[in-house]
């Protein structure tokens, strides 16, 4: 077993910064979540296309703030290794009445207090069942998701 030492303060500053980033997403508050993120960030959903850059990477969030479109997260765990953040959540992507809950584990990298890799994995099965959950709960709403 290996000795873990506490959180230092740095490692403490990245994980409020990602949060605040996250929770702006889900406000929305995009000037917020582009004021939290380097001009060269590199944006990975695993699987996807990579984004580079901080208007390409708030063009994405863009789309979803209108009436009945949003973001939803619940952060389920949290840890810092240096300029490091991980955390595994719960993110929902909500188009009209349809809202697509999902697992997902994010990987930060913050410096000089604003992130420059948002990298997120997930598994497509899982993102899958959310269509079919989130199609359902559009149909049935005692169905619907919620965090």
Request: hydrophobic content about 45%; charged content about 25%.
């Amino acid at each position: 077993m290996t000795d873990q030492a506490s959180t230092t303060s740095t490692e403490a500053q990245n994980i409020a910064t990602v949060e605040k980033f996250l929770f702006a997403l889900r406000g929305p508050d995009l000037d917020t979540a582009a004021a939290l993120i380097d001009d060269d960030i590199v944006y990975q959903n695993v699987g996807f296309p990579t984004v580079r850059g901080r208007g390409r990477t708030i063009k994405v969030f863009t789309a979803l703030d209108r009436p009945g479109f949003g973001f939803d997260v619940a952060i389920h765990r949290t840890a810092a290794d240096g300029a490091v953040v991980l955390n595994e959540r719960t993110d929902a992507l909500i188009i009209g009445p349809v809202r697509l809950q999902f697992w997902v584990c994010g990987v930060f990298e913050v410096h000089d207090g604003r992130i420059t890799l948002w990298r997120d994995y997930f598994d497509m099965f899982d993102m899958t069942k959310a269509l079919v959950r989130g199609i359902a709960g559009a149909v049935i709403p005692a169905l619907r998701p919620r965090l």
